[in-house]
């Protein structure tokens, strides 16, 4: 049994959206399997990122991708974070929604 599922071409699309208008300079891998408790999680290691959707709702996967890949950004400027949903993160967070939902 696999332990990922398939992106949907939705989550593909909006993948590929994010990487074209909020590029990140750690490299992005998104997966969907099952993250005990959460919605998702963000894993941001040396070299790259991982952002592990619980498999569901594809609304709440979508939902939840913007969330981790904000966290991403965040990670990639030059700031301390003081906390993982700092001022900073929800003003990336709202940058990233507000541009998605106009698109």
Known sequence: MPTTAQLTPKLKHLVRWLRRH???RTPVIVRVGNVPGAHGICEIG??????RL?????QMMKET???????????????????????IFWA????????WRDG
């Open 54 to 58: 619980t498999a569901g709702n594809e």
């Open 22 to 24: 909020f590029p990140t």
């Open 65 to 87: 991708l913007l969330e981790e890949w904000a966290h991403v950004l965040r990670h990639d400027t030059p700031v301390p974070c003081s906390d993982d949903h700092d001022a």
């Open 92 to 99: 990336i967070l709202g940058a990233i929604t507000l541009k």
């Open 46 to 51: 040396d070299d790259r990122a991982l952002i």
